[in-house]
């Protein structure tokens, strides 16, 4: 396994476009997490998984938004009606529930969204 | 609210020390990590404290105070590479991490 993968790395699209976005996190991480990053800030969090439940989702979080995990396994974030504050580095993260304390994350490379 | 600050921007010379501040406002407390990230990519996990004092690795450390809400991170020997944006980040009582800003971390000859 070589880690985390996103798909795809870099999507460009016109307002009202929907895009998805696919994360195939390490297989035997169970807790998969989606955030976004704008350049200079730290990641902001949208959602996590635990296996195949959707245990929390950021508030920031528009209906537009939405994330499934259906298998437990890989999980797609799609925006639909995409406007172009939705331009950013979302970033797919897993980790390992029996190190929850130690937050240790591991990250893919991320899919870079312009919105024209 | 829940608050992380780190200083935005910092430059220091190849071969030198560097001392990255962080400090945190957050409902509980699981511990503090320290994640590098170069422009572009995605961000990569460096450290991990929980407990009060200093953890070493190699040339790069982390403390913790948790009764003044504060770390840092310590690099030593500077290198090119070591530019990148170094991210703070808190794991608060529900097990969620709280990022900072990042502190972008531009190293000269």
């Known amino acids: 396994d070589t880690g985390v993968s996103q798909d795809p790395r870099h999507k460009i699209t016109k307002r009202g476009q929907n895009v998805t976005f696919r994360c195939d996190p390490i297989?035997?991480?169970?807790?998969l997490y989606w955030y976004r990053q704008t350049l200079g800030q730290g990641p902001e969090f949208l959602t996590y998984?635990?296996?195949?439940?959707?245990?929390?989702k950021s508030r920031l979080l528009s209906d537009r938004f939405s994330a499934e995990r259906p298998k437990g396994s890989f999980s797609t974030l799609e925006i639909q009606r995409t406007e172009q504050g939705d331009s950013a580095m979302y970033l797919c993260a897993s980790s390992l529930v029996l190190d929850v304390n130690t937050g240790e994350l591991f990250f893919g490379e991320g899919s870079r969204l312009t919105v024209l | 609210g829940q608050n992380i600050d780190q200083p935005t921007e910092m430059t220091a010379t190849e071969g030198a020390i560097v001392q990255i501040n962080c400090t945190y406002q957050?409902?509980?407390?699981?511990?503090l990590f320290w994640y590098q990230q170069h422009a572009g990519e995605a961000p990569t996990f460096l450290s991990y404290?929980?407990l009060d004092g200093l953890e070493e690795k190699g040339r790069f450390s982390s403390f913790l105070s948790r009764s003044k809400g504060y770390s840092y991170l310590l690099l030593k020997e500077l290198q090119m590479k070591d530019s990148a944006s170094y991210l703070c980040?808190?794991?608060?009582?529900?097990?969620?991490?709280?990022w900072g800003a990042g502190t972008k971390l531009i190293i000269k000859p």
């Open positions: 404290n929980v």
């Open positions: 957050t409902s509980g407390f699981n511990g």
């Open positions: 998984f635990q296996n195949e439940a959707q245990l929390e």
């Open positions: 297989s035997e991480h169970n807790r």
């Open positions: 980040a808190v794991l608060d009582s529900n097990y969620q991490l709280i």
